[in-house]
């Protein structure tokens, strides 16, 4: 079957014989590979060259990284990512020729799910150097994830018309602040159940209001 240009793997077990098997069916499918899925916990195949790859929908839970584990993003045009654990780094989109950059030329929907239980925790290090670029990026769903300052910098500098997020009101202060944003539409679902400070509560929602009271809904 060598036109195979779209791939959806699921597993009802997660032995080391299904996944070395699954693993060898997107290697051998990758160079054609336009759409994949992946619902195999803890599984990320070998990507790096997958030139031809728009479409991504994978679940990160019980991921662990890999040492040469990638995932080629410059043809990404859509990605989304679930149940993403403490242990994930961004790296897997990098590769030896540009191993502190991570360029997403095309992608334009971007959807990161995380797991409410793990998200008081830092999700992703602040040390990490690794840049993210996202020239094109229009639509992100943020739900229970930590991103960097950094990393959210770089991704409200773009195009970006629809935010959204779900979770503390302080982390959504840092989306919101960049003055240079384009948001046409913003969705915010705050846990106020997971926040111990009343004050700091409204003082943060009142700033996110009264500095998108502009946005177009």
Known sequence: MPNVTRLKLESATEDDVMVDFLAEIAFLYRRNMQKFECLVKGYLPQLHDAEKLKHIDMSLCNWEFIPGQSIYPSSLKYLRMRAINVKFDWSIFSSATQPHNACFDQLRSLNLYGNIREYSKRMF?????LALEFPALEFLTIRYIRLTPKHIKSIMLGPLNQLEFSGYSFDALCFVKHKHTRLKKLTLNFERGLE???????????????NTSKIAN
Not at 201 to 210: D, E, H, K, P, R
């Open 125 to 129: 290090n602040e040390e990490i150097t």
């Open 196 to 210: 111990h400070d009343d004050a700091k509560f409204v003082t943060n929602s009142n700033f996110i209001f009264s």
